[in-house]
Every structure is written in C-alpha cells, then in structure tokens.
C-alpha cells in the first residue's frame, strides 16, 4: 500500500517506559489507563495492548461506542465509560460488560431495571463534582445518590470517583481542598454502603504533584503518553517520561527565491533577503493548524527551520537557508527528535497557546500511525 508522505510513530517502548515510571510513582496503586480520544491520538486498541501487558488494571474511555470498540479488541480488563452515557447504551454497557459512570440519581432506576432483565450485577461508579464544578452529582446531594446505588440487588458501588481542575498548578491550585472535601464525603457514608467501593481523584498532575491523592486507584492520560500534566515538565516530575508520539514529513522540493518574495496565501511573509525554501505536504489538513503559521520551526538533518508563510490546506514553506544540505525526499520532523534536536508537544502547544494533549490528538488522529519498539 502507497504511505501517506506524513507519518506519526509512536515508540511502544516508551509508552512502556512511561507506565512503568508511573507505577513506581503511585508505589503500586492500582491504573486506570485512560485511553480515550483513541488514546491521545496514539491510537486506542495499541496502547490498551500495551498497557494491559504491562499491568493496568483498567482503562477509562469517555463514550459507549469506545468502550465497544476496546472490549472487541481483546482487552480483558475493565472499561470505564468516564464521560457520555444515556439510557439508550445501558443494553451496550450490559452486553461489552462496561463500567458505567453515573452523574446523578437519574439513571440508577432504569440501569437497574436493564441489569435485572439480564440477569447481571452491574459495578457502577459514580462521579462527583468536589471542585471541578463540571460533571457530576454536588458534594452534598451524593450520600442520597449513594442510598440510591446501594439499595438495587443488581447494581455494586464500585467506586466514587472525583476530577481536579488545577491539578497541574500545584501553587495556585486547589486540589489539597478538592482532595479534602471528597475524603470528607466519603468519610461520612456508612461502612455497609462502601463495601468493595474504590476512590479515585487523581489524574496524571494528581500524582504528580498533589500528596496523597493516589487513594485506591489513579486515572493517567497524559504521564503515559511522556507528557506532564499542563505546565510540569518531565523532569520536574522526578521520572524520566519519554514522549511517545513523532510526527514526520517529507520535503517536496526545495527553490531559492529572491528578496522581496511574498510567500503563500495573504503573503504573510515576505523575504528580506535570497532565501532557500523547502516545501513540505503538510497542512492544517494535517491537525497543523494554520495558527502556526510564521511561528513553528521543524528539524532538518537535526536542526532547527523555521515555518514561513501561510500553513495552507496540504502545503507549508520552510526557511532553509541555513541548512544548505536540504534535498527533496529529506525527513522533515515537526514533533520529536532529530539528531540532538528535539521539539516537544509543549513546544508547539506554546506556538499555538494550547496544552500538548491537544497538539497530542490533532496530530494523531489526523495521520497514518506507525509502531516502533
Ligand atoms: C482524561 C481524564 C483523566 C486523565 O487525565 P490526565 O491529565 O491526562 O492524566 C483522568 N480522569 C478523568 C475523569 C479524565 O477524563
């Protein structure tokens, strides 16, 4: 089959690399990979593999129709529908033996009734809002939502779940407050209504850089795929995460055009002097949005060039005057490493005033992937 000239590679070792520094962060509490948006864009039936091999004892996706997907892949584990369910997917949660996240009381009747009518003892967690004041049942409405969840034969409370909203600013932030009100919640609910009953707050900033807040099971994104949370840069997480996505292109051509050109649509860029240009097949197309524009570089035979002119649909400019050895067909790398050079998602989520975990997902689900070990 003819490959697309834009390829992302995704290192399996360092998806391996990077559950393993978790693990020994958490000190053995148990993983939830979360592996939804296809896993940060690295594709969610790999990664589950991956993980699963390397011992996650769950996965979290947000919607049903993921959760389908992953259980028809092989993965044996549990699969916690985090984000979107209604009633009209409980028959899909029953029959792929999901685990369903319940917001509210709306629902327990009617999942009960679904577990009923086949027989089955459906784990259900339910999610609260400690502080994120995003999805969830309030703090102080749970201890009926809980009354609710216990007293259905056909329903288990596995878990209470809540989410930090400033994990990632351990300064500023106020997850030792967030922490404190859900323990306190869960404090005041009877023994008898939390049998087996698992909490879980903290995501990969929750680990990182709230005390304490591992509980019963953590729920890491971003720390797997070599990434710290918003703003914590690997190092300062005391592993050694290895970003596990590159994204590489092909240079089309390259022509030397003289002072005064305008480059690309709008002629956002005009050369002050004879310039060496490479033209590479990437585009917003690509997930390598327009906003990038005259601001993000790449690396050519290990060093750095900067992007000029318009990002249009399938084509961008680079400037490679310094870089007399460019030739057609060179490997032109936006995300990763080349040589001793190497730009992160961080890096690009700056030039483009976002977080990696969307640089992460554009990338990915826009380009054919590819695995290396
Ligand atoms: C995505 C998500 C996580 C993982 O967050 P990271 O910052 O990527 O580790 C954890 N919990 C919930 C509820 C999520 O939706």
Redesign the pocket.
């Known amino acids: 089959m003819t490959k697309s000239l834009n390829r992302v590679v995704v290192s399996r070792s360092a998806l391996i690399n990077n559950f393993n520094v978790c693990v020994r962060k958490c000190g053995g509490i148990p993983i ?1 990979a ?1 592996v ?1 948006a296809d896993a ?1 864009g690295h594709g969610m039936e790999e990664c589950a593999r991956v993980f699963a091999r390397s011992g996650a004892k769950a996965f ?1 996706v ?1 919607e049903v129709v993921e959760g389908v997907r992953l259980r028809r892949s092989g993965i044996r584990e549990p699969i916690f529908i ?2 979107g369910l209604l009633p009209e997917f409980f028959e899909a949660v029953i029959d792929y033996d999901l685990t369903p996240v319940l917001v509210d009381g709306e629902m327990v009747e009617s999942l009960a009734a679904e577990a009923d009518a086949h027989g089955k003892k459906l784990n259900v967690h339910l ?1 609260v809002d400690a502080g994120m004041g995003r999805q969830g049942c309030r703090l102080s409405d749970a201890p009926a939502v809980v009354r609710r969840i216990v007293r259905r034969d056909s329903l288990h409370l596995a878990g209470l ?1 809540a ?1 930090f909203p400033m ?2 600013d351990p300064v500023h932030g106020n997850s030792d407050r967030v922490l404190a009100d859900f323990l306190q919640m869960a404090n005041k609910l009877q023994r008898t209504q939390l049998k087996d009953c698992r909490l879980h707050i ?5 680990i990182f850089s709230v005390g304490g807040a591992e509980l019963d099971m953590v ?6 795929y070599g990434y710290g ?2 703003g914590i840069e690997p190092g300062m997480t005391g592993g050694r995460l290895q970003p596990a996505m590159s994204f590489v292109s092909r240079v089309l051509q390259v022509r030397e055009v003289p002072a005064g050109t305008g480059l690309g649509y709008g002629h956002l860029f005009t050369t002050s002097k004879t310039t060496r240009l490479a033209v590479l097949p990437v585009g917003y197309e690509d997930g390598y949005l327009r906003v990038l524009s005259n601001k993000a570089e790449v690396l050519l035979h290990g060093r750095r060039a900067p992007v000029v002119g318009r990002i249009s649909m399938n084509l961008s400019l680079v400037d490679v005057s310094e870089i007399q050895e460019v030739r057609p067909g060179d490997e032109a790398v936006l995300l990763g490493r080349q040589g001793n050079e190497r730009i992160s998602a961080d890096e690009i989520a700056g030039w483009m005033e976002t977080i990696s ?1 969307e640089v992460l997902c554009l990338f990915g689900h826009c380009n054919t992937r590819e695995y290396r070990e």
């Open positions: 939830m979360m939804k940060y979290g947000a985090l984000a999610k779940m989410h994990a990632d903290a995501n990969s900033g929750g729920r890491l994104g971003i720390s797997l949370a918003d975990y």
